[in-house]
């Protein structure tokens, strides 16, 4: 593994007592994010929509935003934005399983389910993330997968104090989206940067990984040594203790 990304301002996950992390997916466990513009772009066009019109519904997907906040900045009624909506899913269930992971994350995600609770917050469908991760035998790994609009405090500190058990300070949320680090802000989660899709200075507060190999190592630091040790009975899980980062 590669050296863990440098601890930045703002992070609280300092000792080793991580037991439960929440996941954006798309774009985070998911390679979905062109997919889903291209989805987005062709919904658009069936109805017509003005290509400013497409550009500021793009950018509010990158930004993260979903539900009502998805179509902010968009002028379109109610009815049509309900039309687009319907087109843009019908188009994305025919298309979903052929996207590809993060490269790492399967691995990464298997991992760290030995040691932490995991879970998945998403805008996304939940019936199509969890028909993705069984089919890639990976659906086993989560406790709990939400779907929910973003930005929601409520339902990240539903999900990390009462499905997952934990309490805020002992969860991280991993994202890679501005409507991700608000949530996590809101409800007052650490929060950690996958490949972040901001600016610059916003990525200073919190912790940032590039690549699933730098997050599976940062989060592997800040779990309990002999928790980590009492499950590695595993040859995987043995030559990762003996990497100089679980130190």
């Given at each position: 593994m590669t050296?863990p990304?440098e601890?930045?301002?703002?992070?609280?996950?300092r000792?080793?007592?991580l037991y439960?992390i929440?996941?954006?997916y798309d774009g985070?466990?998911v390679?979905?994010?062109r997919?889903?513009e291209?989805?987005?772009r062709?919904?658009?066009?069936?109805?017509?929509?003005?290509?400013?019109?497409?550009?500021?519904?793009?950018?509010?997907?990158y930004?993260g935003?979903s539900g009502?906040?998805?179509?902010s900045?968009v002028?379109?009624s109610?009815r049509?934005?309900?039309?687009?909506r319907?087109?843009?899913?019908?188009l994305w269930?025919q298309?979903y399983?052929?996207?590809?992971?993060?490269?790492g994350?399967?691995?990464?995600?298997?991992?760290l389910?030995?040691f932490c609770r995991?879970?998945i917050?998403?805008?996304?469908?939940?019936?199509?993330?969890e028909d993705?991760?069984l089919?890639?035998?990976?659906?086993?790994?989560?406790?709990?997968?939400v779907?929910?609009?973003?930005p929601?405090?409520?339902v990240?500190?539903e999900?990390?104090?009462s499905s997952?058990?934990?309490?805020?300070?002992a969860s991280?949320?991993?994202?890679?989206?501005?409507a991700?680090q608000?949530m996590?802000a809101?409800?007052r989660v650490?929060f950690?940067?996958?490949r972040p899709?901001?600016r610059?200075?916003?990525q200073?507060q919190?912790a940032?990984?590039?690549?699933?190999e730098e997050?599976?190592?940062?989060?592997?630091?800040?779990i309990?040594t002999a928790?980590l040790?009492k499950?590695?009975?595993?040859?995987?899980?043995?030559?990762?203790?003996?990497?100089?980062?679980l130190?």
């Amino acid at each position: 593994m590669t050296t863990p990304p440098e601890i930045l301002r703002g992070d609280t996950v300092r000792k080793r007592n991580l037991y439960a992390i929440v996941f954006d997916y798309d774009g985070v466990i998911v390679e979905s994010m062109r997919p889903q513009e291209i989805v987005w772009r062709e919904a658009a066009g069936q109805i017509g929509l003005p290509e400013p019109q497409v550009e500021q519904l793009v950018g509010n997907l990158y930004k993260g935003r979903s539900g009502t906040q998805m179509f902010s900045g968009v002028e379109l009624s109610p009815r049509l934005r309900d039309a687009l909506r319907q087109r843009k899913d019908a188009l994305w269930r025919q298309r979903y399983r052929c996207v590809r992971m993060v490269r790492g994350a399967a691995f990464g995600v298997r991992l760290l389910s030995r040691f932490c609770r995991l879970a998945i917050a998403t805008s996304t469908q939940r019936s199509l993330v969890e028909d993705f991760l069984l089919q890639r035998k990976l659906l086993h790994c989560f406790d709990a997968i939400v779907q929910t609009s973003k930005p929601n405090k409520e339902v990240l500190l539903e999900l990390v104090q009462s499905s997952l058990g934990s309490a805020r300070e002992a969860s991280v949320m991993v994202g890679d989206t501005e409507a991700d680090q608000e949530m996590a802000a809101a409800a007052r989660v650490p929060f950690v940067w996958f490949r972040p899709r901001c600016r610059e200075g916003t990525q200073r507060q919190c912790a940032t990984a590039r690549t699933w190999e730098e997050l599976t190592a940062w989060l592997l630091c800040r779990i309990d040594t002999a928790r980590l040790r009492k499950g590695s009975s595993s040859v995987l899980c043995r030559c990762c203790l003996q990497t100089g980062h679980l130190r």
